[in-house]
Each structure stands twice: as C-alpha cells, then as structure tokens.
C-alpha cells in the first residue's frame, strides 16, 4: 500500500510535530488507478494518440508560461503588461475551460494592476500556502479550481491541479476525507477557529482547508501512478478513471415492444468512439410544472444570446446567433459549415451556456469519426458474446444514447438539451444518422434500438452537426439537406476592434429562458399558417407570400430537376413563424421589430439561402442556366443574401468549371 508521510521540512508554515499520521488509499483505489494508467499506456487505439496529442501540449504549454514569466521577471517584482497577461491567462486556460480566467477580467476597473498583485503574492508570495489560497480566493472571488489550475500551471511538480471532477473520481470514503483534513490541519498547525492572534484558523466547511485536504490525497495518487507532474495527475483522474465504466448499469426507462418487463441499458466495458465517457450528471431538481412565459419575450433572450457570445471574443455576422435560434426552434436539427477554426463548435457551446445557464448535464460535444459506418456508433450494439437477458446478448449504449436518456427524464422536461455532432461529414451521414433522420419525420419521434426496444427522440433535445470543407470530408446527400437548416459561416475578422467588450446586462432566469425556447415556438403547419395569417398586414397574406415565393424559385429549378418538395415548404412557413416574436414584431430585424414585412422578407431570404441553395451544387453545363435565372429572380424578389450567394456561386462557376454551396 502506498502511504505519504508528511515531512516538516516541505514548505512554508510547517508544524514540525507531525507524529506518524499518514493517508493511504485503499486497494481498489489503487487498482483502478494502475488499471487506468496501464490503459493508457499500452492500449494502440486512436484515443491513446488523442492522449500523447494532449501531453505533448501540456507540455508546451508549461513551457510557455515558465518562460514569460521568467523573460517579464514577474518573481522579482515587474507587472505583466496587458498583453503578457493576456498571454499568460490564454495559456493557463489551455490546461483546461475556465471562464475565471477570461482576458475581459483584465478589463474591469482596476486591472490588471491589482490581478498582477494578487497573481504575485498567490505564486510567490512569503505567507504561508493556506493564507495565499485564502487571501486570493476572497479577493478574486473565484472557486478553488482556478488558485490551484494558476499555480499547477507555473509549479507542475510542486502545486496540484484540484478539481471536484478529479477528486470525484477517487471515490474517497468519508474515513479517507476526514484523515486528509486532520493531516492537512496538523500540516501547516491550522485550529478550526481564530484562538490566536495571526493565526490562520480554518473551519471544516471553508473551501482553503477543503484544498489543502485534497493536496494531501493528491500526493499520494501522483506516487500510485508515478506521474512525472500534477498536470499527469489531472488528466488521469478528470479523463481516465472519471471516464472508466460504472460498476452498475443505468437503467433504461423503456419497455420491450410486446413486453411489460423494463430492460437496463448495460454500459460497455470500453467506448471506442469518443475520447470521453459521459459521467454521472449533476443532480437536478424534481420535476416542477412549466414556468408562466405568458409575458415574456424571445428578444430579450436573443439580446442576452448576442451579447454572451460578444462578450466571450467571438464576432459572427449579423443575425447569426438569431438564424440559428429560430432555426433549432423550427426543427431540432441544424448544420453549421465552414472553414477549420471559423467558430462552428464554439457557437454550439457558447449558445448552450447563454442559454441554459453553464449547465454542463445540457451540453454534449461528440467528435464524429472518419469509421462510423452504421449506427452502432450512435444507437449502440447487442455484444452477442457477452452474457445479457435471456442470453440474448449484452446491449452496449454509446455517449449519444447516453445524453438522448438525460435528456427524456420528466423532470428535464422543462430544461433544453444540446448535442454537438462535431465534423459531422468526416462519415457519412445517412450511414451512421440514418435511423434518427427517419425518426424525426415520424409524429411519434419514435426509433428502434438494435436490440429491438423503442426509444423516443424527446422534444427538447436539440442537434447541431458542424462540417468542416476540406478534402477529408464527404459532401451531403439531399436526404440529410432536407432534413436540416444549413448555416454556412465565412465571413473572417481577423483585425481585432479596440472598442471594450460589452458587459452582460441582466438576462431572464434560466428557467424562464428556457421555457421560453421550448414552449413558445412554432411546431406544427397548421400552427405556423395561423400565426402568419393573423400577422398579415393590409391586403398582404403571409402565408401567401412565403408559398408563392417559393413557388417561384421552384419553377425555375423544376425543368433542371433541382426542384424541392413539401418539407422545404413546411419547414419555410414554420420558419417564417417563429421570425415573429410572440407580440408580433419582428425577430430577424433588431433595428426596425415593427416592420413585419421586412422581417417576413428576411425569414424567406434566410430560408432560401439555408434550404434551397444548399442543393446546388456540380459542374458548369447542368447548373449555369439554373443559377443564372435564379440569381436574377432573386434580385428582383428582393432577397440580398439569397442574390449574393447566387452570383458568388456562379463566379466560383465560370473560374473552376465545379462549384458547391459550402465553397463559396
């Protein structure tokens, strides 16, 4: 058993009576340790190359900041100017997602003078370790993973990297928790209240005696699987043991078709597909009825949507963040292209924090892999060779199938689930996606496992699939291009504004932001042709105009055999729908929301460019006719994106004799 004696001699405001008190870990704690260490050692699959990736970074990444904060002498004395802090904050979140660690802090009245003070005395200051945690964790007003990630990243070998996830993982039994406490007490001579002048005392609930305790458990895990640094140590516990398989299966609340028995959704000993496993969720609350958005508005959430994402750095162009709003509230399925590194992934989380309020259980980022060829990878498989119910087998879930079952709980009824497809076309779509593309057209929203159990897709799970253009990627069927809202996003800024990032105003509770994605939107045709018929203006019906516009459009397709069908229209007259705020004005245009027929215009010219253009694509002779009428009905229609895109299109045409909607 490997056991840690603390030394009087380590560190500053050491007691030196220690006695022989010591922590240990008990034997399955150090055989799951080994066990994940061996795994990631030894085992050949893309995953183990996804981790040398990783430890290679790390690397680099420590190295980086050792020498900026050797070459601006930061220990002596000299402030970081705000670039270098920049810089040094940029890479200490590269070790791991920190809001905390933000560049807008340096922003705020008062930095980074006083950051560059607190940063001082937390890395190098003289006090003692438990006064500089606690001093700096009052002053910054931050949690206890961001003082330890900030001191991990400059002394790896010497300062832990404490996160709950991590320390999770260990399962520590309460026994285990309380010795660590007491070491930790009798390790730097803390009391559990102020007896004496001077004296740090701290109680068992403060979150710097908390840290010194998981330091002491640290210690001894970094020996079981001697990690050359703390920065080993984290990886392994937050994305090898964290992720290693339950002991019990989850229960599956579905029944088998024909049966009354429930049937458990066993979890496979090993996940070959996503380089992580979906771990326990975070406790929600009981199931409560629908808040009352009776009241309440989508542009005051689309305001809080956009000024989220400005505030986190990124610049998308004009509408974005609503297209995609109303697009997810149309159909639950939407496709983001674009150049590597455009901002495609991060639209998907960013969106999913404004929204839900940074809840991790509602988010899910799942890289799709060039070998999904069907959809086991999705909907999971029956291992015919393991023992199951009735010895047919033991079915095997996935990540997916995972966050689909979250996300159908009663009580997250209320609450919006996000996946994230990422690089979607590096396979095939309608190999692997096949079952839920068929299942989204059906009233009941139903699919089959393979193991023959009926699961229903629920109506707050919402799909984003990104697309990279690149040789390695394939290009999209009609049936996947029917099925989605296609946002393709080009545009580069690469020239920074010097203007402040904006600061959050007061957004609606979570909750109510919420419920009001989810429950005030158009679903249904019947829904949207009321809506837009009670929103005419004047002589002009609504309905009339969507239908004839694209009508328009389609006889112009129709003698080249481009021509579309009833689910492009049927999701057009939703679209143009949910455009509409639930007072009527409009959503697509901010500066004017009273100029229905303005925003009505908007909606159909988004739903072209995202719908019908999309299925252009090929060599000169069968599309230059088609996108030439095309664009000159679109400049007569009024529809300046739809008009742009065609004329980039038929350029891009004319130069390489090919062209496809995504290129250009």
Not at 283 to 305: F, M, Y
Not at 564 to 579: G, K, Q, W
């Amino acid at each position: 058993m490997i056991l840690l004696r603390l030394r009087s001699e380590e560190g500053r405001g050491v007691s030196s009576g220690m006695g022989e008190e010591e922590f240990a870990l008990n034997a399955g704690q150090q055989e799951r340790l080994l066990a994940c260490r061996a795994a990631w050692e030894e085992d050949e699959s893309e995953e183990r190359l996804e981790r040398l990736r990783q430890r290679e970074e790390d690397a680099e990444i420590l190295r980086a900041v050792a020498a900026l904060l050797r070459e601006a002498d930061f220990a002596g004395g000299v402030d970081l100017t705000y670039a270098r802090m920049s810089r040094f904050l940029s890479l200490v979140r590269g070790l791991a997602p920190n809001p905390s660690l933000d560049a807008r802090l340096l922003r705020t009245p008062g930095e980074p003078t006083a950051f560059n003070h607190d940063l001082r005395e937390l890395l190098f200051g003289k006090a003692a370790l438990p006064l500089r945690l606690r001093v700096f964790l009052s002053r910054r007003a931050v949690a206890g993973q961001t003082a330890t990630q900030l001191l991990c990243a400059v002394f790896p070998t010497e300062q832990p990297f404490l996160t709950r996830r991590g320390t999770q993982a260990l399962e520590l039994t309460p026994e285990q928790r309380t010795l660590a406490m007491q070491i930790a007490r009798q390790r730097f001579e803390l009391p559990a209240t102020d007896v004496l002048p001077g004296r740090d005392g701290l109680p068992d609930s403060d979150v710097t005696l908390r840290l010194l305790a998981e330091r002491v458990v640290y210690k001894v895990v970094r020996k079981v699987v001697a990690a050359p640094d703390y920065l080993e140590v984290h990886r392994l516990l937050t994305e090898g043991l964290n992720a290693a398989p339950r002991r019990r299966a989850a229960p599956m609340t579905r029944y088998a078709p024909g049966g009354e028995f429930p049937v458990a959704v066993q979890e496979p000993e090993r996940i070959p597909y996503a380089v992580h496993r979906e771990e326990a969720p975070a406790a929600l609350e009981p199931e409560s009825p629908a808040p009352d958005i009776t009241d309440l508005r989508h542009r005051d959430v689309l305001v809080h949507l956009e000024n989220y994402v400005v505030s986190h750095g990124f610049t998308y162009p004009a509408l974005t963040v609503r297209d995609f709003y109303i697009s997810l509230q149309t159909r639950p399925f939407c496709l983001l292209a674009g150049i590597t590194g455009i901002g495609k992934t991060r639209l998907t989380s960013l969106f999913a924090e404004a929204l839900t309020g940074h809840a991790d259980p509602q988010y899910r980022l799942l890289p799709v892999r060039p070998d999904w060829s069907d959809s086991s990878s999705v909907l999971g498989y029956v291992n015919l060779l393991a023992a199951g119910p009735e010895g047919r087998g033991r079915f095997v879930g996935t990540p997916f199938l995972d966050f689909v079952l979250r996300a159908a709980r009663p009580e997250n009824a209320h609450r919006a689930f996000f996946l994230c497809l990422d690089e979607m076309n590096l396979a095939r779509i309608e190999h692997y996606f096949a079952e839920i593309l068929s299942a989204m057209e059906t009233v009941s929203r139903e699919l089959l496992l393979p193991d023959g159990r009926a699961l229903r897709l629920p109506a707050n799970l919402f799909l984003t699939g990104t697309l990279n253009l690149d040789e390695g990627t394939h290009t999209l069927s009609r049936k996947v291009l029917d099925r989605a809202n296609t946002l393709v996003l080009q545009e580069v800024q690469l020239r920074e504004e010097a203007e402040a990032l904006p600061e959050l105003p007061e957004a609606l509770p979570v909750e109510l932001r919420q419920a009001l994605f989810l429950h005030a939107r158009t679903t249904t045709v019947a829904a949207a042709r009321a809506k837009l018929r009670g929103l005419s203006v004047g002589k002009t019906d609504f309905v009339a105009a969507v239908v004839n516009t694209l009508a328009e459009a389609n006889d112009i397709l129709q003698p080249h055999g481009l021509h579309f069908a009833y689910r492009v229209r049927d999701e057009a007259l939703r679209y143009c729908a949910n455009s509409f705020d639930t007072d009527g004005s409009g959503l697509l245009t901010p500066d004017a929301p009273d100029d229905q027929r303005a925003n009505l215009l908007t909606a159909l010219d988004l739903q072209l460019l995202q719908k019908v253009l999309p299925r252009l694509s090929g060599t000169r002779e069968p599309l230059d006719r088609p996108l030439r009428e095309l664009l000159r009905w679109a400049e007569r229609a009024r529809l300046p994106r739809a008009a742009l895109k065609l004329e980039r299109m038929r350029s891009r045409l004319e130069r390489d004799g090919f062209v496809t909607f995504e290129d250009v």
